[in-house]
């Protein structure tokens, strides 16, 4: 075995490790240009990219290894391509999800609540909690071939990115865009907090819908109500009725009284109430609905809460106070149902918005809380995509932005929650606020020192909407910033589309002045095999890490990005992954078969061969048809990739290596070096090919490719065409990726011609199957070729040997006058092939097969006819035209010839 020798099977379990400490400590993940080390230059064009940050004490899921493989992609690629490329790593402190698991975990292990704990205490156990369990998440993101500057990893809550909260909490209370206020929010009774509308999803639930009376005062006659909350009456305000409503028209500006409580209430008219939905009238609670909420600001009606916070009825429910509020709804109903007022019960489907974190119902209540006004911030946040500042890949996701931004609600910063950033705002027994940068000593307004701060932490999107330019030193204006900022894609999912990239785009506009990125690149979410959604309950959740450890990363990687488009789910199953793992052997064994033909050129050559001697003459029409066809990919995969079709350029490179390469060239290749005068210029053509295909493929198949590349490398380097790679780098992480050329003219008749080879193979290889002739029996074959006779006589012994035919018993003629007796005739365009097939043949079969091979041919000349007898003729440029009569014209000849044979 020699040195460079590929082992026989990829290891990748072996591999991936090793490569992957191979590039960080060769500094490979750092940017080449680095604005904080000397030899700089700022012309240089720097690529960046913020990654999404994970929860901080996450595990890896699906979802992860879909964004880290579309970023490494995009990375890797700009990397090769010449740009200074910088991915910041990160993660998230993840305030009420990290929060939660430290809770239960306390609970199981030492049964004791957070409250028990006190505050101080229990944000220690919280980064005792990140101390142990934050690295999991980086070093799985790690496994997947994450090429991030680790140097530059960042925290949400680190103290540099705390201070750029600070500054920028400051900053918008000093400018009016921070206020303190009652409002209505979504309230989890079981994490005691506000939620952002992000942290509530709706579910589709069978539900009751409630009918009662609504009384009017002093007055036997009643307004027919329904709800599916009836506790919330306790909490009724108004009872509204559409204006027009000719039922209910008589009673607008009158009294009714709140069940059991004996409240009175005014009856208002607002065009918001539906005539045909329940009864036509409507019960308002402000404080517990959103829309009834803005009913009341219209009205000028009270608001009352009649829930406390850990959702039991309060002071304003009479004698229910202290029932938990489903409690409630079942004794206050029975009340009603004894006092006469109940008119009737119905079951309902309706939307129950419900925590994604705990799972229980979520309570819109009246709290005091701090929000950000957003119609300015919006606005600029608006005009930035609109003018083109910023592109959202797909552009349809452009009007699912434009609807959010156009309809946006002043946002609720603040969160009852201990891990955090704590607000910073201080107050003295006076109730005076303090707002600081740093913490004050004592109160701004009388000097009082006896002051506390504010409870609440902010909304964890308010640090992450900072994190583009937070993570590069912002408020400091540090070399980073200046060079790295404004980052160049910004690539997440399309589900926080708006809760996190909208708010990223108003941060950055609003702190820095500029557009946080040029660029919004959303992929799709990772659906089963099926196209159903991975759940936990139904048991089709996909472990990354499994998978990894089963069929290796590559596999995953080029499945979750060959199978995706931007902004559409992504069908994956293991079967799919599997495939891509034989994707991976094959390029093994390509790579096999290319060393082992490097290793085999003669080791004591008297002089090495000049690059462009190697480059020049010898040719053969194998040749030059794998390069032509490598230009084309070359360019096809560029125009891909600037349009952000990375599945497709990923399929076409597939394509390319195990059909193009592996199947036709590498076969050819293997009867070209069995000739000295060509062996050397087929291997120096396998290696060239070969290097590109591996090129292109790295952004792909990382560890794969830059394990093969490097076997590659060093037998080039100690073989007699060393100078092939003279010029390649120490990995192929910073080679150069193959820039597309312009067709120099001679690639499409080279095309055309070996084409006309690979279909005669095809055809005599479809006749063996059919006929279920042993692979290793030749067959006799003779050719009729007409005008291709130079051109079949030199491609003989390939035919011969990528047919199975006999190659001293192969004739090939322009004409031939009598038809081979006992043979089986093909048509392949213009040629005829007469095979024996003594006792094989069924002539009845051969004939429905030129019938099936005539009707084909018909219905091509019919097509092409139409075509240009049309406007088609008038209108397409000349050599187009020339183009489809050549077409119409073969087509035309292969007809005639299957007619000749039918007779």
């Known amino acids: 075995m020699t040195k460079q020798e590929l082992p026989k099977a990829y290891d990748f379990k072996s591999t991936e490790q090793r490569i992957y400490a191979m590039w960080e400590t060769g500094g490979y993940f750092k940017p080449h240009n680095d604005p904080n080390k000397p030899g700089f230059d700022p012309n240089i064009k720097p690529f960046t990219i913020a990654i999404p940050p994970p929860n901080v004490t996450g595990e890896l899921h699906i979802g992860h290894a879909m964004f880290v493989s579309v970023e490494d992609l995009m990375i890797r690629y700009h990397r090769m391509k010449g740009y200074s490329a910088l991915w910041i790593p990160g993660s998230d402190h993840a305030g009420i999800a990290t929060q939660l698991m430290v809770e239960r975990d306390l609970l199981k292990t030492e049964e004791i609540t957070r409250e028990e704990l006190g505050r101080e205490k229990f944000i220690e156990r919280t980064w005792e909690w990140k101390k142990k369990y934050g690295g999991m998440i980086t070093n799985q993101i790690r496994r997947l071939g994450a090429s991030c500057d680790w140097d530059r990893e960042r925290f949400t809550l680190d103290e540099g990115l705390s201070r750029a909260v600070r500054e920028a909490f400051v900053r918008l209370y ?99 109430v539906s005539m045909e939905f329940g009864t036509g009238a409507l019960k308002i609670t402000p404080g517990h609905d959103a829309n009834d909420y803005a009913i009341a600001h219209r009205h000028g009606l009270p608001i009352i809460s009649m829930l406390d916070k850990e959702a039991k009825v309060n002071e304003n429910g009479g004698k229910y106070q202290g029932q938990d509020r489903f409690d409630a709804r079942k004794n206050l109903w029975a009340e009603m149902k004894a006092a006469g007022l109940v008119i009737k019960e119905e079951p309902y489907l309706t939307t129950i918005p419900r925590s994604q974190r705990g799972g229980e119902i979520i309570e819109p209540m009246i709290s005091e809380q701090w929000f950000v006004k957003i119609e300015s911030l919006g606005k600029a946040g608006l005009d930035a995509v609109k003018d083109g500042r910023i592109k959202i890949v797909p552009e349809r996701f452009e009007k699912t932005y434009y609807n959010w931004m156009e309809n946006l609600k002043d946002w609720c910063i603040s969160r009852q929650l201990w891990w955090g950033h704590r607000i910073p705002v201080w107050y003295c027994p006076d109730n005076h606020m303090t707002v600081a940068r740093e913490d004050p000593t004592q109160c701004a307004t009388c000097g009082s020192k006896d002051i506390h701060q504010d409870e609440d932490v902010l909304d964890t999107w308010f640090s992450s909407g900072l994190w583009p330019f937070s993570t590069l030193g912002w408020p400091e204006q540090t070399p980073d910033l200046k060079y790295f900022y404004p980052t160049s894609y910004m690539e997440t999912g399309y589900d926080i589309l708006f809760f996190w990239v909208a708010r990223m785009i108003m941060s950055g506009l609003e702190f820095t002045g500029e ?41 995953l990687r080029f499945t979750l990005l060959v199978g995706s488009t931007p902004g559409n789910n992504t069908n994956v199953g293991v079967k799919k992954v599997e495939a891509n793992r034989n994707f991976a052997n094959k390029v093994w064994n390509v790579g096999k078969f290319v060393i082992n033909a490097v290793d085999g050129l003669q080791e004591n050559r008297e002089q090495r061969l000049e690059t462009d001697h190697l480059l020049s003459n010898h040719y053969s029409l194998a040749d030059s048809w794998i390069w032509a066809k490598l230009e084309i990919l070359i360019r096809d995969v560029e125009r891909q990739f600037q349009n952000f079709q990375y599945g497709l350029a990923g399929q076409q490179i597939y394509d390319f290596i195990w059909s193009d390469f592996a199947d036709w060239y590498v076969e050819i290749a293997k009867e070209q070096m069995k000739r000295e005068e060509n062996r050397e210029q087929t291997v120096v053509t396998l290696v060239r090919v070969f290097d590109n295909c591996l090129r292109l493929l790295h952004p792909f198949t990382p560890f794969i490719t830059e394990e093969v590349w490097g076997h590659l490398r060093s037998a080039l380097l100690e073989s007699p065409i060393a100078q092939l790679a003279k010029d390649w780098p120490l990995a192929l992480i910073v080679a150069k990726f193959p820039e597309p050329r312009e067709p120099e003219g001679w690639e499409e008749s080279k095309i055309a011609d070996f084409t006309l080879i690979q279909e005669i193979v095809r055809a005599i290889r479809n006749l063996r199957a059919e006929k279920n002739i042993a692979p290793n029996k030749k067959l006799t074959a003779s050719f009729s070729v007409g005008a291709k006779m130079d051109l079949l006589q030199e491609q003989s012994q390939i035919i011969a040997s990528l047919a199975g035919l006999d190659y001293s018993l192969l004739s090939i003629h322009q004409s031939l006058q009598d038809k081979p007796a006992d043979s089986i005739a093909l048509i392949v365009g213009s040629i005829e092939i007469y095979i024996p097939l003594a006792g ?12 099936k091979e005539l009707k084909e041919a018909e219905s091509h000349i019919q097509r092409l006819e139409n075509l240009l007898g049309g406007d088609f003729a008038n209108k397409a440029p000349a050599a187009l035209i020339q183009k489809e009569r050549d077409k119409l014209n073969a087509y035309k000849d292969t007809a005639e010839k299957i007619k000749s044979q039918l007779k």
């Not at 009673?251 to 409580?261: N, Q, S």
């Not at 799709?524 to 139904?538: A, I, N, P, Q, R």
């Open 174 to 272: 000093e400018k009016g865009l921070i206020y303190r206020g009652p409002r209505l929010i979504n309230w989890s009774p079981g994490l005691k907090t506000a939620v952002s509308d992000l942290e509530v999803e709706y579910s589709e639930e069978n539900a009751k819908l409630y009918y009662f009376k609504y009384m009017l005062k002093d007055s036997d006659e009643y307004i027919p109500v329904a709800t599916i909350r009836p506790e919330t009456i306790l909490g009724d305000t108004a009872v509204a009725v559409h204006p027009e409503d000719e039922r209910f028209k008589k009673f607008i500006g009158k009294t009714a009284i709140v069940p059991i409580l004996g409240r009175e209430i005014p009856i208002i008219a607002d065009d918001y």
């Open 515 to 555: 557009v946080p990125f040029h660029t919004v690149y959303l992929h799709g979410l990772v659906d089963d095999e099926h196209g159903h959604k991975m759940s936990k309950t139904k048991g089709n959740v996909m472990d990354p890490l499994i998978i990894m450890n089963d069929l290796g990363t590559d596999a």
């Open 840 to 851: 094989m043949v069924d002539l009845a079969n051969d004939k429905v097969r030129f019938e």
